[in-house]
């Protein structure tokens, strides 16, 4: 199985990350902070965007390549893909210091959970 649709999400969930990670290393050549964040609110948020799309997407890609091993119809795949790609958009544009409750932000991780617990409930369900 050559997971066509899997790599599509997959590429562009990469380029995002290498956006998020150079955005990071911006910030850390201007404030001059090696290791966490210091004091600076802008690092903080550079490094959690960073962070939660790489502590996610790895999960999500790997759900959404298991779905499509197991035959999981294109249809699916892409909607839980854009799905995923939106939701996580949404979630680093969202994320803000001063705004626990920030509607693109709790979108985006609803949005995440969804997709996942749908890839995940189909693997389950396709066992039988």
């Known amino acids: 199985m050559q997971l066509q649709v899997t790599a599509i999400y997959a590429s562009i969930i990469v380029l995002g990350l290498l956006i998020l990670a150079n955005m990071v290393s911006a910030n850390r050549a201007r404030t001059g902070i090696s290791i966490y964040a210091g004091d600076d609110q802008r690092l903080a948020l550079a490094i959690r965007r960073h962070g939660n799309l790489a502590e996610n997407a790895a999960v999500a890609l790997l759900l959404l390549a298991l779905s499509e091993m197991r035959g999981m119809p294109q249809w699916g795949l892409h909607g839980l893909g854009l799905l995923l790609l939106i939701s996580r958009v949404a979630h680093a544009v969202g994320l803000h210091p001063d705004r626990v409750v920030a509607p693109l932000r709790l979108a985006g ?16 369900w396709s066992q039988f």
């Open 109 to 124: 991780g609803i949005g995440t959970q969804l997709m996942m617990l749908t890839a995940a409930g189909f693997l389950l």
